[in-house]
């Protein structure tokens, strides 16, 4: 089936079965054909029910089978047990899609999971694309096609608009519907995807994007459960110049739990989660009401880089700005104090402007400073983005305060938000029908601008030649799942282009020779964390030394772990450094390969100092993460302290990150990898751990 006919069928059917129709109207199953019907719908609806000849006026049929064709979208809400019935009756009669609302199957654990799994199997197999189970349906507002159990479809009146949206959550689904409603912003497609057994969030969206009439896509997650069909819809749309904006929920540990590096403990869902939003042109908010109120505030602009995040404050109620902008402080963002030539430039109009970073007119004062101030800052080039308050007239007269105040500084080119302090509803109306972004609270004002000034371009990853990966292939060829001995990975690791020490792999303690300064490791692939179960010696001078440190480790090990395979010592030269840091690849089952840079050593895992990116990064992109932990920062010559070779770091990254074409690694780290001082001093990887799969 192709997109364009999966989106005829899911959103413009011609023909709508309701298996398990139910004629009483204090039951949900009676309520889509009602809602279908105050809609007016101009299909044919075929409600299915064996028990019924006829529901609701209309004709019943005892299965879908039986009913006349062609059926385009079949409404399944009947019990579990009986799905998948319905299901085989669908495949027979050729329905290309159908929206499960029954619940009882992977959300409720393993049973119900084996029965979605055979729903799925028995529709992919007879061509049948599903939208759920545990889903309330979805919307096609703008055709007037509302295809869903939700009742408050049923309870608020459907106000087409050019929001598009997808939720994981059928309640949200309706939740947003109302508070858009309330708010004069109407919707062109709504979707609730449930379990996401076979149709997910992803290829929903793929679909939005190329819908005329939606301009903007608004996504209510908990989990990815379709991330790379998700990627390419964000690329579509921004190619297509529509904003993609998502609130998620659902910071789980499952990562943290099975993994075996710092790295894993270290990075959480909900890092991954910023990291594939920030890569994909994905604006992020934090609050319900921002995903509402946002998409004004960017439609019809474009992505910056994420790097210049400068705000321009214009106010006539200090406390109602100081809000927002002590918010946008604590977020990164810069609230700018006004150039000395932009004031100057005023005062000849009139508008006295202080060096504050804060620019307050009283609203009761000389008519028109304040939209020749707003009108100034839309202009000038020292700002990104505009933030404009507006007082308790707001409320009192909305339509004069909003045209005087804001509408009379004319069109600007960069976005502009509108906050009222009073509950003005009245004046945000006039703001919406101007095309101008305004927004109910200092929190979601701060949030949406935060997420339109850190709001990047899809990043596209760079491809990793294949002559570069022959020699790590050839390293793993017939290597089966587990965990690589340290000697293993660093192998690894030098196959990758990265530094590592010499190593000797002793058997015997007797076998080491060697002068200077040395570190003695146990070398087991199943002891991940060696430091803190004692099997490290450093700073070990001469021969006699190390060989004793070697058998007493050899002992310990054998003492603390007795099923441990043991592959002997490990020896290796002690190295001298500027700084440690950690260096960890995953490959996220959510998400994907990602690449993690951090402060390393054994308080890796305390300090929680880290930056992370989807794998594969280039070099550019390696120094734009070096530059993100401020402990680095002190490596580029800051007050002339002695500079680490961040450059060879940079390299590092990008060649580590290269894992990401290693499908069998799953999970990888260097810690630490120690910075070395000069500008050609390099970096050296001193303890090495990967996890095939």
């Given at each position: 089936m192709t997109r364009a006919s999966l989106a005829e069928a899911l959103f413009h059917p011609r023909s709508i079965a309701l298996i398990g129709a139910s004629p009483d109207p204090a039951k949900t199953n009676s309520r889509p054909q009602r809602i279908l019907a105050k809609a007016g719908y101009a299909g044919r609806i075929l409600p299915i029910n064996p028990s019924r000849s006829e529901i609701g006026g209309l004709p019943a049929y005892p299965s879908v089978r039986e009913a006349p064709g062609p059926v385009d979208h079949a409404l399944i809400m009947v019990p579990a047990a009986a799905v998948l019935g319905a299901i085989e009756d669908c495949v027979a009669a050729g329905v290309?899609?159908?929206?499960?609302?029954?619940?009882?199957?992977?959300?409720?654990?393993?049973?119900?999971?084996?029965?979605?799994?055979?729903?799925?199997?028995?529709?992919?197999?007879?061509?049948?694309?599903?939208?759920?189970?545990?889903?309330?349906?979805?919307?096609?507002?703008?055709?007037?096609?509302?295809?869903?159990?939700?009742?408050?479809?049923?309870?608020?009146?459907?106000?087409?608009?050019?929001?598009?949206?997808?939720?994981?959550?059928?309640?949200?689904?309706?939740?947003?519907?109302?508070?858009?409603?309330?708010?004069?912003?109407?919707?062109?497609?709504?979707?609730?995807?449930?379990?996401?057994?076979?149709?997910?969030?992803?290829?929903?969206?793929?679909?939005?994007?190329?819908?005329?009439?939606?301009?903007?896509?608004?996504?209510?997650?908990?989990?990815?459960?379709?991330?790379?069909?998700?990627?390419?819809?964000?690329?579509?749309?921004?190619?297509?110049?529509?904003?993609?904006?998502?609130?998620?929920?659902?910071?789980?540990?499952?990562?943290?739990?099975?993994?075996?590096?710092?790295?894993?403990?270290?990075?959480?869902?909900?890092?991954?989660?910023?990291?594939?939003?920030?890569?994909?042109?994905?604006?992020?908010?934090?609050?319900?009401?921002?995903l509402v109120e946002l998409p004004r505030l960017v439609l019809g602009h474009r992505p910056g880089t994420g790097a210049r995040r400068?705000?321009?404050?214009?106010?006539?109620?200090?406390?109602?700005?100081?809000?927002?902008?002590?918010?946008?402080?604590?977020?990164?963002?810069?609230?700018?104090?006004?150039?000395?030539?932009?004031?100057?430039?005023?005062?000849?109009?009139?508008?006295?402007?202080?060096?504050?970073?804060?620019?307050d007119l009283p609203m009761g004062g000389t008519k028109g400073q304040y939209p020749a101030a707003l009108r100034a800052l839309l202009r000038s080039d020292h700002c990104d983005a505009v933030l404009a308050v507006l007082g308790s007239t707001a409320r009192l007269r909305p339509e004069s305060h909003v045209e005087e105040f804001i509408l009379a500084a004319g069109p600007g080119a960069k976005p502009l938000a509108v906050f009222c302090a009073p509950q003005a509803d009245g004046a945000l109306a006039v703001l919406d029908r101007a095309g101008i972004a305004g927004f109910r609270t200092p929190e979601s004002c701060a949030d949406a601008l935060h997420a339109t000034l850190a709001w990047e371009?899809?990043?596209?990853?760079?491809?990793?030649?294949?002559?570069?990966?022959?020699?790590?292939?050839?390293?793993?060829?017939?290597?089966?799942?587990?965990?690589?001995?340290?000697?293993?990975?660093?192998?690894?690791?030098?196959?990758?282009?990265?530094?590592?020490?010499?190593?000797?792999?002793?058997?015997?303690?007797?076998?080491?020779?060697?002068?200077?300064?040395?570190?003695?490791?146990?070398l087991s692939p199943d002891i991940a964390h060696k430091t803190d179960a004692g099997l490290v010696r450093l700073g070990l001078e001469g021969e006699a030394a190390v060989r004793a440190a070697a058998a007493g480790l050899l002992e310990r090990a054998r003492s603390r772990f007795p099923a441990a395979r043991l592959r002997g010592v490990l020896a290796a030269p002690m190295q001298q450094g500027l700084a440690e840091v950690i260096l960890g690849f995953r490959r996220d089952p959510e998400v994907g390969p990602v690449v993690v840079l951090g402060m390393g050593g054994v308080m890796a895992e305390l300090r929680r100092s880290f930056t992370l990116r989807l794998a594969a990064v280039t070099v550019a992109e390696a120094g734009e993460m070096i530059g993100v932990l401020p402990e680095l920062k002190p490596l580029a010559g800051w007050r002339n302290l002695p500079r680490g070779d961040l450059g060879a770091l940079a390299h590092a990254v990008a060649a580590f990150s290269t894992l990401a074409a290693l499908p069998e690694v799953q999970e990888a780290e260097i810690n630490p990898l120690m910075i070395r001082a000069g500008a050609e001093g390099g970096v050296v990887a001193l303890d090495g751990l990967v996890r095939l799969g």
């Open positions: 290309p899609a159908a929206t499960i609302y029954s619940a009882g199957f992977a959300e409720i654990g393993e049973e119900g999971r084996a029965l979605q799994d055979r729903i799925v199997g028995i529709a992919r197999a007879g061509g049948l694309r599903l939208v759920g189970p545990n889903c309330l349906g979805l919307l096609n507002v703008t055709d007037a096609i509302p295809i869903t159990v939700n009742a408050a479809v049923e309870a608020e009146p459907l106000l087409p608009g050019w929001l598009g949206m997808v939720s994981q959550s059928g309640s949200m689904m309706g939740a947003l519907l109302s508070r858009c409603a309330a708010r004069g912003l109407g919707f062109s497609k709504l979707t609730s995807v449930g379990n996401e057994c076979d149709l997910g969030v992803g290829e929903i969206a793929e679909i939005l994007v190329e819908d005329e009439a939606t301009k903007a896509i608004l996504l209510f997650l908990e989990t990815f459960r379709d991330a790379e069909a998700l990627a390419r819809a964000a690329h579509r749309a921004h190619a297509l110049g529509k904003p993609v904006i998502a609130y998620k929920l659902g910071r789980s540990e499952l990562g943290r739990r099975i993994a075996v590096s710092h790295t894993g403990a270290m990075v959480g869902g909900d890092e991954l989660a910023a990291a594939f939003f920030r890569d994909h042109g994905i604006l992020r908010v934090e609050t319900l009401e921002a400068r705000v321009a404050a214009l106010t006539g109620t200090g406390g109602g700005a100081g809000m927002i902008v002590d918010r946008l402080g604590l977020l990164g963002d810069e609230v700018l104090v006004p150039p000395e030539d932009f004031r100057a430039a005023l005062a000849t109009e009139g508008v006295p402007v202080s060096d504050s970073p804060l620019i371009a899809p990043r596209r990853r760079p491809p990793v030649p294949a002559q570069a990966m022959e020699g790590p292939r050839a390293l793993l060829a017939g290597r089966a799942a587990g965990v690589l001995d340290e000697a293993e990975s660093c192998a690894l690791f030098a196959a990758l282009g990265l530094p590592v020490p010499p190593l000797q792999v002793l058997q015997s303690p007797d076998e080491f020779t060697g002068e200077g300064r040395f570190a003695v490791k146990i």
